[in-house]
C-alpha cells in the first residue's frame, strides 16, 4: 500500500451518481461549501443525454492555488452508482481514497488495496431516519455530504449556510436538511478516522468572484448588450443560454410601470426558423440573437449565406458539443470551428468570437451585437459545454456605466435626407462597411430591396459579372475591417527567451494556464497567445512568424483552428503542431503537459526534464 | 441585365388619395414576369388595395420567398422595403421583422412551391402563433420559376404540360390555414380584380395572421387544357362564397341592401367587413362551419373563393408575447440595459 495522498486545499474529489436521483443539489452543496471557506474549485458536471437512470458524474477540483482546467485524476471517488462501481474504483490514483455506501457488504475483489477504503452504511443510516423512500433516496445525499464534511474536514457551518441559501423562500425544508446533515457528520465522527489525509481549511483565495456558468452568463450579456429578440429551438448545451436570457428579462427588462416586455422570445419550429426570425428582427433594426449548438448551425447553412450576403446584423451562440446529433450531445468539444468559420454556400467566411470562460461570456456576449451592427454581418460566440453548463469561478461581471450601444451605420429620417444618393452597398467610408436604412424610416428615401448578391451598389437588380466582383471584393475589405475591430489575443510571455509558441482559445485556457506553468518547472518554456476571434489579429501571424514552432491545442479531431490558421495566414503546415484532446471530456492541465512535453523532447529542442509523476 | 426603376411621369389629373399619393406611388419597378402571367395581376392588386387604404407605402415590409411569385415585391410598392429571403423561409424572416417593429405593416407574397413544399413548416407554424400579416400565396399548381414541375397544390390527376399526371394530393393552403388558427383566410383568383381587391384590403386591415390564396395560372407551364389551375379551367369552377365591401373608418355606406342580405363584421381596427352572402350554409365567422363548406363544396369539384373564415377579434403575436406598445427597435439604452447596479446585484447573487 502506497502512502496515502495527503494535501490541503489541492485534491480532486469526483461522485459518481446516478442521472434524477437527486444528488446534484447535493453535489453542488459540497462545492459552495468550499467556496464558502476560502477556498477556490473547478467543478465539472458529465452527463448522459437521458433524464434519469444513467450514470453521471460531478467532478471538483479543489485548488487554492487557483487552477480552473481539469487536473486529470481523481484523488477521492464518491462510488454512488453500483454500474460503473468498477471504472470508477480503477479511476483513483494510488494512494487515494474510496467512499461508499457500504450498507450491503461488497466481495473483496471489488476493491484494490492501494487506495483507502471507507465505508459508511448510508441506506441503513436513512432507511432508519424515514420511511418515505423519496426522502430516502434524497436525504441520503445529504447525509454523504455530512459524512464528507467530517472526513475532509470542513467548517460545518459553510456547509450550513449554503444549505440555508439554497432554500431560500422554503425555510421549511432547512432544519430537516441540517439534521441530515449531522447524522452523516455524527456517524463519520464515531465510526471513521476523521479527517482523511485530504482536508480542507479556510483561506482567502476567492475574493470577489462569482460562481456561474457560461450559458447564464452570456444570456445576461445578451441582455445588456441589447436584445430584444431571441429566437431559439432547444438543443443540449444550449438551452439554458436562451433560458437564462428569459430569466434575465423578466427581472430586468420589464416595463417597471405596465410589466410590459421589452423583449421577445420565441422557440421556433427548427433552426431555420430560428436564424430566420433573427435575420428578420435584425433587418427590421432589433438587436436578434438565437442559441443552438452543431447540429442547429448545420440546418441553419442556407440562411447564413444568405445573411452574410445581405449584410444583416445577426448573432449566434453556437454552445458546442460533440458531433453529430446521434452522437454524444452532452459532452463538450471545440469541433464546430470551421463549419462556423466559412457556414453556407458561396464565398463567406464569418466573424466568431472565443470566450475564455463565462466572465468573457457575458463580455462577448454583449459585444457580439455591438460587432453586429458595426460590422452588418452574422457573429458567432462560440462556448462549448464545458464553459456553458458548468459553473466557474470567475471574474465578476463588469460594465462601463458610460458605454452606449453602437448601432453601426444606420441612417434615420434626417440622416438620408441630408445624404447624397443613398446607395445600401456604396464604401463611402472605404473600410468595406455600407449605410444602412431600417424599414419604414423614410416616406420617400432609402427604401432598398434586400436579396442575395444579385444587386449594385445601388441594390438595384442585376446579374452581371462586375458587380458581382465588386460586391465581393468589398465584402473582403469589411472582412480585413472586421480584424482591427474584435477581441485582439492575449499573449503570455514565457519567463526565458522560447523559441516556440503555443496558441489555444475557449474553454482549453484553464488548463493550459497550468499546463504552461507546469512545464516551465520542467524548463520547457513556451510563449502563448490566446486567440479571441476570427478573422484574426495581425497579432497572429506575427506570433506564429516569431517561433520556429508552434503548438496549437484544441478539443477537435480535426485540428480546426489550425486549419483555420493556415488556410487563413498561409503558415506552413510543418511549423503547426497539433495538440488534440477529444474524448468528449474537457482536457485536461496534464494531458496538455504530457502532449506537449512529449514533442518538445522528441525534437530535442528545448531543455527538457521528465515530469515527476 | 440591370433594371432601373420605372420612371416616375405623373399625369397632373391623376386622382389622388386621402395621403395625397396618386397610384403610380405605389407601383414599383417594371415586371419581369411573362406576359399575361396571373401574379402580375396580383401586384396589380396589391397597388389598388394600398392605394385604395391610403397606406403611406413605406410603412409597409415587403417579404418573400424564392419563385416568379416572390421576386413580385419588387414591382409594387417601391418606396418599400423588400427582403426577397430563401425559399420557403418568407414566414420566419417576416415573423422577426414584426417582432421587431409592431407599428409596420407586414406584406409576405410566396408561391405554392414556397410555401406548400419546402415551406410548409413556416407556413403552418406562422400561421398558428397569430404573426400580424398579409400572407399571399400566389398559386399556379407548378414551379414556375424552375420551369413547370408539379407542386404540392397540383390537384390529383392534373395533367402537365409535358403529359404527365399528378398522382398525389393537392394541399389546400386555406383550409389548412384555417384549420391552424390563421384568423383571416380568403381565397381568390387573380383574374378576378374586383374580388381579389377588397380582400387584401380587409386582410390589410385584419390585426392578425391574415392568408389568402390566390389562384394565378403561370401561362408558360400551367395553363393548357387538362391543368386545373388554368385560367379557362378557374373561371368555369369559380364558386364565390361572398362578395366583400370594406369600410374603413366608417366610409359613407352608398349602396343600401334588403335586410337580411348582407352581413356586417367589425375587425378590431374598426374596419366593416360588408359580406353579401352568396352561399347558404357558409358562416364566415365560424370556424368549424366554414372548414366543413370548404371541404364539402371541394368534393362538389367547386373552388369556393371569397372571404372563407375571419375572427374579428384576432390576438396576434405581441399580445400574446405581452410585448410593450413601442416597437422593439425603438428601444434605447436606458429602455434596454439593466446598468451597473442591477449587475453588482447578479454578482452579488453569484457569491
Ligand atoms: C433551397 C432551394 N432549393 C431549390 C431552389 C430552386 N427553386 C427556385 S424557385 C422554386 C420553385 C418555386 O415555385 P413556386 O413557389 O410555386 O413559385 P412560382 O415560380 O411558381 O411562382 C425552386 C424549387 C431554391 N431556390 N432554393
Ligand atoms: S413561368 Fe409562369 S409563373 Fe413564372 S413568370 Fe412565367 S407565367 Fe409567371
Ligand atoms: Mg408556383
Sequence with gaps: ?613 | MTFLPKPKLHHPKLPTNTVGLTRRDYEGAISTLCAGCGHDSISAAIIQACFNLAIPPHRIAKLSGIGCSSKTPTYFLGAAHGFNSVHGRMPSVLTGAYLANRDLIYLGVSGDGDSASIGFGQFAHSMRRGVNMTYIVENNGVYGLTKGQFSATSDKGSVAKKGAVNADQPIDLAAIAVQLGATFVARSFSGDKEQLVPLIEAALTHQGAAFIDVLSPCVAFNNHAGSTKSYDFIREHNDALNKLDIMVNRDAITVSYAPGEVTDVMQHDGSVLRLRKLHEGHDPTDRASAMHHIMERKAAGEIVTGLIYVDPEPTALHESLGTVAAPLNALGDSELCPGVDALAKVNASLR
Design chain 1, 1 to 613: 500500500m502506497p502512502q496515502p495522498l495527503i494535501a490541503t486545499n489541492d485534491f480532486v474529489v469526483k461522485f459518481a451518481n446516478v442521472n434524477g436521483s437527486g444528488s446534484a443539489s447535493a453535489n453542488g452543496l459540497f462545492a459552495k461549501s468550499i467556496l464558502r471557506m476560502g477556498v477556490p474549485i473547478a467543478s465539472r458536471n458529465i452527463f448522459p443525454s437521458n433524464i434519469q437512470g444513467l450514470p453521471t458524474w460531478f467532478e471538483v477540483r479543489v485548488s487554492e492555488a487557483g487552477h480552473m482546467g481539469r487536473r486529470g485524476g481523481v484523488d477521492m471517488m464518491v462510488a454512488m452508482n453500483p454500474q460503473t462501481w468498477d471504472r470508477d474504483i480503477a479511476e483513483i490514483e494510488a494512494g487515494g481514497y474510496l467512499f461508499y455506501d457500504s450498507t450491503r457488504p461488497m466481495p473483496k475483489s471489488k476493491f484494490r488495496d492501494d487506495i483507502t477504503i471507507i465505508g459508511c452504511p448510508l441506506t441503513e443510516i436513512t432507511n432508519a431516519a424515514y420511511s418515505d423512500p423519496r426522502q430516502r433516496q434524497l436525504f441520503k445525499n445529504i447525509v454523504y455530504l455530512g459524512a464528507l464534511s467530517a472526513l475532509l474536514d470542513m467548517e460545518v457551518e459553510a456547509v450550513q449556510h449554503c444549505i440555508a441559501a439554497q432554500f431560500k423562500g422554503k425555510e421549511k425544508l432547512v432544519p430537516a436538511n441540517y439534521a441530515a446533515l449531522e447524522m452523516g457528520r455524527s456517524w463519520a465522527q464515531a465510526n471513521l478516522q476523521c479527517p482523511i489525509g485530504l482536508t480542507l481549511k479556510r483561506a482567502d483565495k476567492v475574493g470577489d468572484r462569482i460562481f456561474v456558468e457560461g450559458n447564464a452568463a452570456a444570456g445576461l450579456g445578451a441582455v445588456y448588450g441589447g436584445a430584444t429578440v431571441c429566437a431559439w429551438y432547444p438543443i443540449t448545451p444550449s438551452t439554458s443560454l436562451a433560458e437564462a436570457f428569459e430569466k434575465y428579462c423578466t427581472r430586468l427588462r420589464k416595463d417597471p410601470e405596465t410589466g410590459e416586455k421589452r423583449y421577445a422570445i420565441v422557440q421556433a419550429e427548427d433552426e431555420l426558423a430560428s436564424i430566420g426570425m433573427v435575420i428578420g428582427a435584425a433587418w427590421n433594426g432589433a438587436r436578434a440573437f438565437t442559441a443552438t449548438s452543431g447540429p442547429g448551425i448545420s440546418l441553419m447553412q442556407e440562411f447564413l449565406g444568405l445573411a452574410y450576403f445581405a449584410e444583416i446584423p445577426a448573432v449566434l451562440f453556437d454552445v458546442q458539443r460533440a458531433g453529430p446529433s446521434t452522437g454524444m450531445p452532452t459532452r463538450t468539444q471545440q469541433s464546430d470551428l470551421l463549419s462556423a468559420a466559412y457556414a453556407s454556400h458561396g464565398d463567406t467566411k464569418h466573424v466568431m468570437l472565443l470566450p475564455e470562460d463565462p466572465s468573457e461570456c457575458f463580455t462577448f456576449g454583449a459585444d457580439a451585437f455591438d460587432l453586429a451592427d458595426r460590422l452588418q454581418t452574422p457573429i458567432f460566440v462560440m462556448l462549448d459545454l464545458d464553459i456553458g453548463m458548468n459553473d466557474w469561478l470567475c471574474e465578476p461581471f463588469a460594465w462601463d456605466p458610460n458605454r452606449r450601444m453602437d448601432r453601426g451605420k444606420v441612417l434615420d429620417a434626417a440622416g438620408l435626407d441630408a445624404a447624397q444618393n443613398f446607395g445600401r452597398y456604396q464604401d463611402i467610408d472605404g473600410d468595406g462597411i455600407p449605410y444602412r436604412t431600417w424599414p419604414g424610416t423614410h416616406p420617400e428615401k432609402g427604401a432598398f430591396f434586400t436579396r442575395g448578391t444579385s444587386r449594385d451598389r445601388q441594390a438595384r437588380y442585376t446579374e452581371e459579372g462586375a458587380p458581382y466582383v465588386d460586391n465581393m471584393q468589398r465584402l473582403l475589405r469589411k472582412f480585413e475591417t472586421a480584424k482591427s475591430v474584435v477581441p485582439r489575443p492575449i499573449m503570455r510571455a514565457a519567463k526565458e527567451k522560447a523559441r516556440d509558441g503555443v496558441i489555444y482559445y475557449g474553454s482549453t485556457s484553464a488548463a493550459m494556464k497550468e499546463a504552461l506553468s507546469a512545464l516551465e518547472a520542467e524548463g520547457v518554456h513556451l510563449d502563448a497567445l490566446r486567440i479571441r476571434a476570427f478573422p484574426f489579429h495581425q497579432d497572429v501571424a506575427d506570433f506564429i512568424a516569431a517561433h520556429d514552432r508552434v503548438f496549437v491545442v484544441e478539443q477537435n479531431r480535426d485540428a480546426q483552428l489550425r486549419t483555420l490558421l493556415m488556410n487563413e495566414e498561409s503558415i506552413d503546415p510543418a511549423k503547426m503542431i497539433a495538440v488534440l484532446h477529444y474524448d468528449g471530456t474537457p482536457i485536461t492541465a496534464r494531458f496538455i503537459q504530457a502532449a506537449i512535453a512529449d514533442r518538445a523532447s522528441a525534437a530535442n529542442v528545448l531543455p527538457f526534464r521528465k515530469a515527476t509523476p
